[in-house]
C-alpha cells in the first residue's frame, strides 16, 4: 500500500473516532500489519499526520491522537437561507416540468462535426495563447462580430459588435436580467401559454407575473391590464413559444407603444427566429424600436447544438454597463475555445449553409406532419399552421383532454407532450406539443397513425 | 445588389424616417437606380416590406410607407433597477480592479494541448450524441466522479461524486452561494487582505463584511469579533490569498468551533490548494468538517487553463438541493464536451502528470524568485517563505510604499502588482504581489535586478 493511501485511512480512522482523541496508537509493527503496509511507509504518513497537528509523538511511549481532533459539533447544521433561496425552495410553480430545453431537444443531426472540429483544432494549439487567458467578459471579439453581422443579415437586428455580449445561454441571460431588473413585488408582463423556465427566473427574484393570452398573431398586447405598473415584459415575437405564430406588426408596434407609456423595457427572447421555412421570416421586433426598450436574446442551442452553451443578448445603451458589470461578477464568461471556432463557423459561412440545410429538413417534416395530422385527425384535432419551429402545437377539440391521451401514448415514446406546464392558469389541459424535429418521416407517419389511433378511440 | 441587402437598405430608410410615414416612396425605375440594383430586385424587396406592414401599394398611385411606422417615443428609457442593480452600479469598491484572475494569470505553457486536442476529438464524433443533448445541471456524470476521486487523493476531501457539483469556476459558486445566503445587512466573516472578487459579490448581495486580518497562519481566527452574528465565513485555508501561509491546524478547528457556535457555514476557496511545492500539502479544510458546514470550492483555472472555465462545488447534504435548482434556474450547466475531455484527462492521469510538472516548473521558480530577492534586496523586503501559490507576497519596510516602486516598474511590464486593491481596510500600501509563474528564470533574475534597483534608489 502506498503511503497516501495509508495517510488517508489513518486521517479517516482519526477523524471518525476510531482512534479517539487522546488515545495511544497501536505499536507501528501491529498497526503496519492491520494496514498492510511495511513500517516505513506507515512512518511516513505518521510524521505527515504529526506535521498537520492530528497527532503527536510522545518520546519513549508512543503516537498518540490529539486532544484537540474535531469531533463534530452534534448540531444540526441549519444553513440561514436567504429570501430568494426560500422562494426557490418553497415555490410550487417551480415544481412543474419545463421543456423548451431539455425535452423538447433539436438533435441537429447533420450538424458538420467535421467542420467543427476542424475550428476547434485551430485554436488548439500550444502556440496560441487564446486558451491561456481568461476571455472579455463581454465574450470573444470576433464572434460579437460575426452575431452581430449575422443578425442583422438574419433576423433585421440594429446593433454593433460592442452591444452584443456573450451569455452560457438564454437562461443566464435571463438570470443576469430578472436580477438587474426584478425587486420582490415587481410586476412582470408574460405570455400565457410561455416559456415557463424564463417565468421560474423571475418569480425566483420575487417577480408578480401578469399573463396576457396570446392567439396565432401573439400576445394580444390590448389585454394588458390598464392598471398594470409592470416596468419589463417577455415575448416571443418570431415565433411564439410554445404554441406558434409570429406576433403581427400590429401587436408588435401596440407593444413598444405600451413600453413607452410605461417606461417598460421588452425582453424579445428569439429562440429560433432562424428557423422559419416559409419566405423571409419578419425582422425581429428590436429593429422596430427606436428608443432601446427592447433587449434581444439568441442562441446558438436550436441551430448548432444545445451542449455548446452558447447565447448572446444585445442590449440597449442604457442595459450595456450594468449587464456587462453583472456578467463579469458573476462568471468570467465563457470559453474562449468555443467562442473562437463559434466566430469561425459562422464568419466563414458554416453556420448559414447549416441553417440552410435544417431548413430543408424541417420544412419537409413539418409538412408531412401537417398533411398527416390533417388526412387523419382533421376533424378533431386543430392545430397552427406556420411554417417555422421544431414542434406543431394541437388542440384537441370533442371534450378531449391530454390526460385522455397522454398515458396511452407513453409506452410508445413519441416526443408528444402535454401543453398544461406551459399555462400560468389552471384552466387549459386540450394541447399537445409534438416535437418533429427529431422524427424521419418514416417515424413521423407512423407517430401519426399511433396519435390518430389513441385519440379516435376516445371520442 | 442582393434582395435581402436592398431590404435592409430600404427598411432601415423606412424606420430612420428618411421616407416618414405616410410619405409616398420615389417610382421604383427611379428607386432601383438610386440603390445600383434591378427592378425586379427591388420589387421583391418592397413585397415583403409590404408583407410586414411597413409599406402598402395603392394601385395606380405607388407604393407607401405605413402612417404606423414607428418612430420613437421621444421619451429617455430610464429603467427601473434592482436593489441587486443598484448596489452593483453605485458600490466604490467595486470599482476597484480585482486580480487573481485577468491580472495575476497562470500561464500554463507547458499544457499537454496534443493530448487535449486528443480528448476534445473522441467525442467530436458525429456517431456521439453527447454534444446534441442539454447536459445534466449538476455536471457530466464521468467527470463529477473523476473530481471526487481526485479531491480525495489529492487535497483529503471526503465526498462522493453526487456531492460534486460542476461550474463554470470559483465565480459562479460564488454567485449561487451568495444568492442562496446572503440576504441584505447579513454578515459574513472574511479575510483582510483577501479575495475581493468574492467580496464584490457578497457585497453586491447586500452583505455586510467583517474583515478578520491574517498572518503567516491564515486568517486570526480569535480576532473574529466576539458580537458577530455572522453565518457565512469565506477563507482559502491552502494558501491564504494574497498574503500567502496556509492556515494552521489550531486556526482551522477554531474556525470549524466558531461556526458551530455560530451556526455558520463555511466556504473553502481551495483556487491553488494544488500548487504546493514541498512535501505533502496540508488536506482540504473540508477533511475536518464533521458537521457538514464546509463547502469547498476548487478550479481546473490554475492548473489547467483560465479560458477553459470549469470550476467545482463540493456540497454538504443540506445545501445541495438549492445549489442545484439554483443551478438549473441560472443557466443549464457547462459545456459537455470541455466536461466530457476534462473527464478522461483526468481520469486517465494526465491531470497528475501534468500537475506534477507544473510543481517542478514553479518550485525552481519560486525558489529563484526567493533567493534573488533575499540576496538582492533581504534588508529592505520581506517575504512569505510559503513554497506554494504563483506569486510571492512582499512588504516594504523601511516607509517604502507602493507608489514610491509601482509607477517606476510600470515601463518595464513586470509581473509585480500593488498589494492595497486586496485590504479592506485603507492603511495597507506597503506590499507588492510578484507573480513569478509567467517568467523565465532569465526573466526572474533579470525582474529582481529592475525592481531592486528602483526599491533601492528610494531608500
Same mark, same amino acid.
Not at 238 to 249: C, E, I, K, T, V
Given at each position: ?16 473516532? !476510531? ?123 470576433? @464572434? ?22 456573450? =451569455? ?87 407593444? @413598444? ?9 421588452? !425582453? ?111 376533424? !378533431? ?34 416526443? !408528444? ?41 376516445? =371520442?
Amino acid at each position: 500500500m502506498r503511503q497516501r493511501q495509508v495517510y488517508e485511512i489513518l486521517h479517516q480512522q482519526i477523524l471518525s473516532g !476510531i482512534y479517539p482523541p487522546g488515545s495511544r496508537l497501536p505499536a507501528s509493527r501491529q498497526l503496519a500489519a492491520e494496514l498492510g503496509t511495511s513500517r516505513m511507509t506507515l512512518q511516513t504518513a505518521v510524521q505527515q499526520l504529526v506535521a498537520e497537528g492530528l497527532l503527536l509523538t510522545r518520546p519513549g511511549s508512543g503516537v498518540y491522537v490529539a486532544e484537540t481532533v474535531p469531533s463534530g459539533s452534534g448540531h444540526p447544521v441549519e444553513p440561514h437561507f436567504s429570501a430568494w433561496a426560500e422562494r426557490l425552495r418553497h415555490a410550487p410553480f417551480l415544481q412543474r416540468q419545463g421543456m423548451r430545453g431539455s425535452q423538447l431537444r433539436s438533435f441537429a443531426a447533420s450538424f458538420p462535426y467535421d467542420i467543427w472540429r476542424r475550428m476547434l483544432g485551430r485554436y488548439l494549439s500550444t502556440d496560441d495563447a487564446i486558451l491561456n487567458r481568461y476571455g472579455s467578459p463581454a465574450g470573444f471579439g470576433p @464572434l460579437r462580430e460575426a452575431i452581430a453581422a449575422k443578425v442583422a443579415r438574419l433576423r433585421g437586428v440594429n446593433c454593433t459588435a460592442e452591444q452584443v455580449i456573450i =451569455v452560457s445561454g438564454i437562461q443566464q441571460a435571463l438570470d443576469i436580467l430578472a436580477r438587474l431588473l426584478i425587486d420582490p413585488g415587481d410586476e412582470v408582463v408574460v405570455e400565457n401559454p410561455g416559456y415557463v423556465s424564463a417565468y421560474r427566473v423571475f418569480v425566483v427574484y420575487g417577480a408578480d407575473l401578469q399573463p396576457v393570452p396570446v392567439d396565432r398573431s401573439g400576445m394580444i398586447v390590448s389585454d394588458i391590464l390598464a392598471e398594470s405598473r409592470a416596468r419589463l415584459a417577455f415575448v416571443t415575437p418570431a415565433n411564439q413559444f410554445p404554441r406558434g405564430g409570429a406576433m403581427s406588426l400590429e401587436r408588435r408596434l401596440a407593444l @413598444l407603444d405600451w413600453a413607452a407609456r410605461q417606461q417598460a423595457l421588452i !425582453i424579445e427572447d428569439d429562440y429560433d427566429g432562424e428557423l422559419r421555412y416559409d419566405g423571409q421570416p419578419l425582422a425581429a421586433l428590436q429593429s422596430l424600436d427606436r428608443d432601446g426598450r427592447v433587449i434581444y436574446l439568441g442562441t446558438f442551442s436550436k441551430v448548432l447544438f444545445p451542449a455548446l452553451r452558447l447565447g448572446y443578448v444585445i442590449l440597449p445603451e442604457v442595459l450595456h454597463r450594468p449587464f456587462l458589470h453583472a456578467r463579469q461578477l458573476l462568471d468570467r464568461g465563457a470559453p474562449t475555445l468555443t467562442q473562437a471556432a463559434a466566430a469561425d463557423f459562422i464568419a466563414e459561412g458554416h453556420f448559414e449553409r447549416h441553417l440552410k440545410k435544417l431548413r430543408q429538413l424541417y420544412r419537409v417534416r413539418r409538412q408531412l406532419l401537417v398533411e398527416s395530422l390533417e388526412s387523419r385527425l382533421g376533424s !378533431i384535432v386543430r392545430f397552427t399552421g406556420e411554417p417555422a419551429g421544431l414542434h406543431v402545437w394541437l388542440t384537441l377539440t370533442g371534450g378531449l383532454s391530454e390526460g385522455d391521451v397522454l398515458p396511452r401514448l407513453q409506452a410508445h415514446e413519441l416526443p !408528444i407532450y402535454p401543453g398544461s406546464p406551459y399555462f400560468l392558469t389552471p384552466d387549459a389541459s386540450t394541447n399537445l406539443i409534438f416535437n418533429f424535429s427529431e422524427l424521419t418521416e418514416e417515424q413521423i407517419v407512423a407517430s401519426v397513425d399511433i396519435l390518430g389511433r389513441e385519440i379516435l378511440s376516445k =371520442v
